[in-house]
Structure formats: structure tokens, C-alpha cells
């Protein structure tokens, strides 16, 4: 390693791993996946660069404030490089605050809390806040927290803090490589990351062997157009919007 270091679990290569391990469509209430859907390989690439800042855009359970230091921290989890675009592409975070008034609020206290607390621990160890810091501070103020040393009078993190970034890590893989239904992976872009080529409810011998080629054409449709897939509410959203249902 470079004279950064890196946290494990801030590692491009370990996220894409573990999206391809827990799979990429079932993530919020799917209860299955067709027995021939297939998932291909992971290809691993490093993690290199940070993404361009994205247009703001509403959100419905978490302030303006949290929203940015969510999304820098995502930026840091699944960066876009030359692979290809990453967490905030994907919209990433989009995906937690809809799912946080659904089937993840029972979070949503962990949220505020939790980017409430690494807010202060990064102004008090390190002299502003996570978005004001050098890259080298924000990977150093992630490690802390991700090995759950971000402590003291400072921080105040309910739990560990290495609870909180497991949290953050697991709901960040979700929203990037979920099924763009529930608002992340956005136009498809973590299915394209890792070369998932769409949910198939009939996989010919033919396709198989055009996926273990790497040439079989991606197939853009979200798995609850099939009536096989069950759909989970995510959220009750304001002016009578609903996501997921």
C-alpha cells in the first residue's frame, strides 16, 4: 500500500466482491431469483479516483447536510474511475433515504445519529468537517470509524462507530447494485460495473455459453416486470408518492 492507508472495507475491489457474493437483484423484498438467472464473475479493479459533485436533488428522510456527507462517503466506497461511474452515479444514497421511511427505517435513527457523529469527529480530530478534509484525512477519518476507533467526547457515536460503517457500506452495495427500481443503480450502471448482463426468467445453453464469453448483450429490465418477483414497499414519500409498491 501507498503511504495512504486504506480502510479494508474502502476498497473498490471489495465492494465489487461483495456485490457479485450477495448478488445483485434481491436486495430490498424480493423473496427469490428465477433458478436460471445467472450472476458472472466479478471483475475486480481498483479503486483510483472520486467522482464529479452530481446536480442536488430532493430527498425525503435525510437533511441537505446529511444527503453530501453520505454522498462523499459513498464516493469513497465505489468511486467512479476509468471502469466506469460509481456510488453517486447510481444514486446510491437516493436509494437509502427512499428506503429509510420503508424497509430500512429502522435505521433511520442510526442515520441521524451516525453522520451526526462522524460530522463532529471529524471537526474535532481533524479540524473541519469531512468534506473540507484533504483525501488523505477523509480515508484516515473512514478507517477510524470503520475500525471503530472514531471515539472519545467528539464523536459520540451510539455503539461503535464500526457499527455505523457497516451499516453505511452494506446500504451503499444495495443502492448501487440493487435492481434500479427502488432508485439506485441507476441506468443500470452497477449491473454494468460488474458485467451482470439483466435478470433472465429462461437462460438457453446458448446464453450460457455467450455469458461465460463475456458476449452475451445486457438485458435492461428491472425483475418486477415479472410476476414472479415480489415487489417490497420502500416508501411512503410526501404528496402521496410511493416508492417500491
Keep these: 500500500m501507498s503511504d495512504e492507508r486504506k480502510p479494508r472495507g474502502v476498497t473498490r475491489r471489495d465492494m465489487l466482491r461483495s456485490a457479485g457474493a450477495a448478488g445483485v437483484t434481491a436486495v430490498v423484498g424480493v423473496t427469490s431469483l428465477p433458478a436460471t438467472a445467472e450472476t458472472p464473475p466479478v471483475t475486480a479493479v481498483e479503486q483510483t479516483t472520486t467522482s464529479a459533485p452530481m446536480a442536488r436533488e430532493a430527498y425525503e428522510h435525510l437533511t441537505v447536510d446529511e444527503a453530501v456527507l453520505l454522498e462523499a462517503i459513498a464516493d469513497h466506497l465505489i468511486p467512479a474511475d476509468e471502469h466506469g461511474p460509481g ?3 447510481a444514486h446510491a ?12 427505517s429502522n435505521s433511520l435513527d442510526a442515520y441521524h445519529s451516525g ?9 474535532s480530530s481533524r479540524g473541519g468537517s469531512f468534506t473540507s478534509l484533504s483525501h488523505t484525512d477523509q480515508v484516515s477519518a473512514l478507517i477510524d470509524v470503520e475500525t471503530g476507533a472514531a471515539t472519545g467526547a467528539g464523536a459520540g457515536f451510539v455503539g461503535s462507530s464500526a457499527a455505523f460503517f457497516g451499516m453505511v457500506h452494506d446500504h451503499v452495495l444495495q443502492g448501487t447494485f440493487g435492481d434500479p427500481y427502488y432508485g439506485g443503480n441507476a441506468n443500470f450502471v ?12 429462461a437462460v438457453t445453453e446458448n446464453d450460457q455459453l455467450r455469458l461465460e464469453a463475456n458476449e452475451l448483450p445486457p438485458f435492461r429490465r428491472s425483475a418486477y416486470e415479472w410476476d414472479n418477483f415480489e415487489k417490497a414497499s420502500v416508501n411512503a414519500g410526501r404528496k402521496g408518492r410511493r416508492h417500491g409498491d
Design 87 to 89: 456510488a453517486v452515479d
Design 93 to 104: 444514497v437516493r436509494f437509502i433515504d427512499r428506503a429509510l421511511g420503508g424497509a430500512l
Design 115 to 123: 453522520l451526526a457523529a462522524f460530522d463532529r469527529y471529524c471537526r
Design 190 to 201: 452497477g449491473w454494468d460495473l460488474i458485467g451482470y448482463p439483466g435478470v433472465r426468467t
